[in-house]
């Protein structure tokens, strides 16, 4: 019987060895990141990154871990912005003494004092109806912004200066590299502290009225209680990300509390996978990419993000956390060769599709944006001419032969994948039964 | 004058007292008057549609009752929440299989004994670490005979494993009083037959309320047996007197005790 227990916990030892080189792995690569790219441009997207990691972490304790679909979380982390700049600027005045360092915290605790407030409505109710009264509260709020301009600065927004008071052992947090540390220490702090809420009684229990919340009302918990804590929990870590946003870019306009924000959030945390803990944190990379990269590359980013969104809610519902999980599995079993080259047909395929849209895409947004420049226009290199049917005809068929090309081989894909799920199926069975 | 002490000792574990329920005019509780004595098993038994589920419901307090009160060991608890009356030691199981989905056999054990030992809503202790939490919880798997699943999400258990774990959700926080509603639908008779004796096993001390249509596990288990028909209680006693019963034999039970060979053809 001992050796029965002690077995089933060894099951789990190799991923407590590895969750220490994991969390080593984290904080070296927060430490290294700016050495290895030491543009400026790397350095801004980094802290931009290390704030999002926080706030995409904070909405999907709601998400992933709670079931609360919410369409209004920019309200925290945004609130947490404000009260984060109005302090930074009573300090500058000198009506204030804080260290700038523990600005951020006056953010988190804007987010919890907000998140208490608001949440005890919201989290009255749970499902679509707690969605609709996030998104209620969403636009409550970005109309406050409209109407008390004293307080959220109007259209110019409020602008501050992070460099305040003497610096203390030559930190002034005036360069960008001083804050990204600022951040990422924050950054690593927040994701092990939300690692750990996953880990205690009230995690757990957030995870059992995601799944079941019925079942919890007998098992003597109040889900709406829950559902209330974890709220106030998120909207605190929220309010830390709007703080150190406020240090980053040393301005606080009202779209922090929109309703794009907000969406940003939910699209993100998807994209990345809300089923895993560290899903959101892909999710922020590509989020900072997204809107830092993408949106200098192409004026119709916006329109691919909603097309990779689309894709990956009907082919993957795990986001990329899942497909990294699935697929580490298969490698465990030692079965992911097989897969290779079915993985390089799929990226060759959607590759071509993705250069017919594209092309499409972009002369469609030529026309409309650039009439002035003519209709001539160069995608990756090729000449197109958006008023010739031949350029619009020649995009189409690349598109539509990517296509077919992708679902021929999807199905031979899903075939192979199938197969090997079913070999690895019989591998555990026959491991169980030795 | 009044004996009041010994009443307050021998206050039934449950007791109904004229509870009704209706759901706008149709009237599914009527009038209804029971008492579970602490330690009792009592099994309820009726035709399809006779209300024995809303009991539960009513009991557990998922539905409001619309007339009456119903105690829990001389507690009114009628218009208590779920919660709170589960706190108050009545726990129940459910008819489908209620879990906690994607959670594995050991999370959906631990969730179910947090509240009981006082953990609440704790977000400053590590579950890892709770000791009495984690034995308790590896006691009830080998109890449960789950101890080979635990890390399996319920969700991929077999029909008789989810059973067993709907029960050991329902037994876990210690609750006095059990109430399962048809702990053995859908299940095979040699399951049935170990069943039973997992209900016995775990049930042992308590006070047990259940939904039954199996006749052989209502007389195998159960001390008093109430039936109810159209929303009322037309019998309420021991097996055998039930069995006689000639009201119970008219309304519903006639051919089902009529004996084994009743059931042959």
Known sequence: ?434 | MTPAPAARAAAPAVELVEVGKRFGRTEIIRGVNLAVQPGERVAIIGPNGAGKSTLFNLISGRFGVSAGQIRLNGERIDGRKPFEINRRGLARSFQVSNLFTRLSVFENLRCAVLWSMGHRYAFWKFLADLRDVNDRVEELLVMLGLQRRRDVPATNLTYAEQRALEIGITIAGGAGVILLDEPTAGMSRSETGRFVQLIRDVTAGRTLLTVEHDMGVVFGLADRIAVLVYGEIIAFDTPEAVRADPRVQEAYLGAVLAGPAATGD
């Open chain 1, 1 to 434: 019987m001992p050796s029965r227990q002690s077995a089933a916990h060894y099951h789990f030892q190799p991923w407590n060895v590895g969750r220490w080189l994991l969390w080593s792995a984290f904080a070296l690569l927060m430490l290294v990141a700016p050495l290895l790219w030491t543009s400026s441009l790397a350095h801004t997207m980094l802290s931009q990154m290390g704030i999002a990691i926080i706030v995409c972490l904070a909405y999907n304790m709601l998400l992933g871990q709670g079931g609360m679909l919410s369409f209004g979380h920019a309200v925290y982390s945004g609130l947490g912005s404000y009260l984060a700049v109005h302090t930074l600027n009573a300090v500058a005045d000198g009506r204030l003494w804080l260290p700038v360092s523990l600005v951020p915290l006056v953010g988190g605790l804007a987010g919890l004092f907000f998140a208490a407030l608001l949440g005890w409505v919201t989290t009255k109710k749970a499902g679509t109806t707690f969605a609709m009264i996030t998104l209620g509260i969403g636009e409550l709020v970005w109309s406050m912004s409209l109407m008390i301009p004293e307080f959220f600065g109007g259209e110019g927004g409020i602008t501050t200066n992070r460099v305040v008071g003497q610096p203390w052992l030559g930190i002034s947090f005036g360069p960008q590299i001083q804050v990204y540390y600022l951040i990422a220490i924050y950054c690593f702090v927040c994701t092990a502290a939300m690692y750990a809420f996953t880990r205690t009684p009230l995690g757990r229990i957030l995870n059992a009225v995601r799944d079941n919340p019925e079942r919890v009302e007998f098992v003597g918990y109040d889900t709406q209680r829950v559902r209330y804590l974890a709220f106030m929990i998120s909207g605190f870590f929220a309010g830390i990300a709007g703080g150190l946003a406020t240090l980053n870019f040393e301005i606080v306009t009202a779209e922090v509390v929109g309703a794009a924000r907000s969406g940003a959030y939910l699209l993100f945390v998807f994209l990345g996978g809300a089923t895993f803990f560290f899903g959101p944190i892909i999710g922020a990379v590509l989020m900072v990419i997204a809107l830092v990269l993408l949106s200098e590359l192409t004026k119709a980013w916006l329109l691919y993000l909603g097309l990779v969104f689309v894709f990956m809610i009907m082919y993957a519902p795990g986001g990329i956390a899942s497909l990294i999980m699935m697929n580490l599995r298969v490698a465990l079993f030692g079965r992911l060769r097989r897969l290779v080259g079915a993985y390089l047909a799929l990226a060759a395929a959607a590759l071509v599709v993705l250069i017919g849209a594209g092309a499409m895409i972009e002369m469609l947004y030529h026309l409309q944006l650039n009439q002035a420049l003519g209709p001539r226009m160069s995608f990756l290199g090729a000449p197109l001419d958006a008023h010739d049917v031949d350029s619009w005809f020649g995009a189409a068929f690349v598109m539509v032969t990517g296509l077919a090309l992708f679902e021929l081989v999807r199905r031979q894909f899903k075939r192979q994948w199938d197969e090997v799920q079913a070999e690895i199926e019989v591998e555990i069975k026959r491991r169980e039964a030795l």
